[in-house]
Nanobody
């Protein structure tokens, strides 16, 4: 399994970015794709998740109403649309996958089955 994240960059507060995570190596749709982020000196946070089999989603309270996750199953790609970005959203964002039908709860210690490389998001004030 490989996960390729892209789309990070520098944006001003209030702006938008869209992250992409291209997945390969799965032989069926019974998996979830999620996004985690980690800022320097802070704990890792599970931000959002989507089930590739039924489209159900999960959002952390910190991003509800601002971020939207979606999937293009034909392309095995998941998108994270991030709107109204805040300086506190600055972090390295990692996509991750689990061999699950539904999104798990992302507690602070949660460790997905697969990790992709990160993409840096910087929000200036």
């Amino acid at each position: 399994v490989q996960l390729q994240a892209s789309g990070g960059g520098l944006v001003q507060a209030g702006g938008s970015l869209r992250l992409s995570c291209a997945a390969s190596g799965f032989t069926h749709d019974d998996y979830t794709i999620g996004w985690f982020r980690q800022a320097p000196g802070k704990e890792r946070e599970g931000v959002s998740c989507i089930s590739m089999i039924d489209g159900s989603t999960y959002y952390a309270d910190s991003v509800k109403g601002r971020f939207a996750i979606s999937s293009d199953n034909a392309k095995n790609t998941v998108y994270l649309q991030m709107n109204n970005l805040k300086p506190e959203d600055t972090a390295k964002y990692y996509c991750a996958a689990d061999l699950l039908k539904l999104c798990p709860g992302y507690s602070g210690s949660y460790y997905p089955d697969y990790w992709g490389q990160g993409t840096l998001v910087t929000v200036s004030s």
